[in-house]
């Protein structure tokens, strides 16, 4: 089956838009905090979205599962960047307290943004390979739509249901806020390791945070 044979194929446009937030959220910080010109990483990002969204429009399926992982790659690098370039420069005082919030919050929502492209790229085969399937029975997370009976499916609808982007957003929302997973068990060993790295950054920006309002006050 073809993914323009599934039933409900899945959209694209909510990554590309969380690629482009995460573009302007890293364009807005301070100059200490990104390697560059200001306009470079939002260049970079566009320069890629393009072909990602041309070649998924064109049904070139394994080129722009490449390009897309290649974006994933760059605003994870970009996040990676900024919080070492963060954490480097606390000691120094650069920034003033409301551009250090300012500063934390992009990059504490930056955090959620990117790990939930990785989750919503990689999950069940990517969401080319989720439209391979009508249904969604077998992943790296157990949604709680995957452990309902046939029968309970039926009566709300949700026979053929299948995760997308919305549904991994609010699994890295919840990663970077409880630190662990809430609906959604973690089956798969790599998503556990992606999980735990998000944390680790997300308590890492607020633990930064936290210290510098205390060394203030």
């Known amino acids: 089956m073809t993914s323009t044979d599934r039933w409900d194929p899945e959209p694209r446009w909510p990554a590309w838009i969380a690629v482009l937030a995460v573009a302007g959220l890293h364009t807005a910080l301070p100059s200490h905090l990104m390697i560059g010109p200001r306009w ?50 606390l000691p120094e005082h650069k920034e003033t307290p409301t551009e250090l919030l300012l500063s934390a919050a992009s990059l504490w929502f930056t955090n959620i943004l990117v790990f939930a492209l990785w989750y919503w790229r990689l999950d069940a085969g990517g969401p080319h390979g989720r ?23 039926s009566v709300v609808t949700q026979e053929k249901w299948s995760p997308n982007f ?3 957003l609010f699994l890295a929302f919840n990663t970077s806020t409880a630190f662990s997973p809430t609906d959604a068990p973690v089956l798969a060993r790599w998503a556990k390791l992606l999980m735990m790295v998000q944390s680790i950054i997300s308590l890492t920006v607020i633990a930064l945070l936290g210290a510098r309002a205390v060394n203030i006050l």
Do not use: C, W
């Open 40 to 89: 470079l990483f939002l260049l970079v990002i566009m320069a890629l979205l393009v072909p990602t969204a041309v070649t998924h429009l064109r049904g070139y399926h394994l080129l722009n599962r490449a390009i897309g992982f290649t974006v994933t790659s760059a605003v994870t690098l970009g996040l990676i960047i900024s919080v070492v370039l963060l954490i480097e420069a």
């Open 131 to 153: 439209d391979q399937r009508q249904g969604h029975t077998r992943g790296a997370f157990l949604f709680p739509q995957m452990t309902m009976l046939p029968q309970a499916k």
């Open 166 to 168: 919305v549904d991994y």
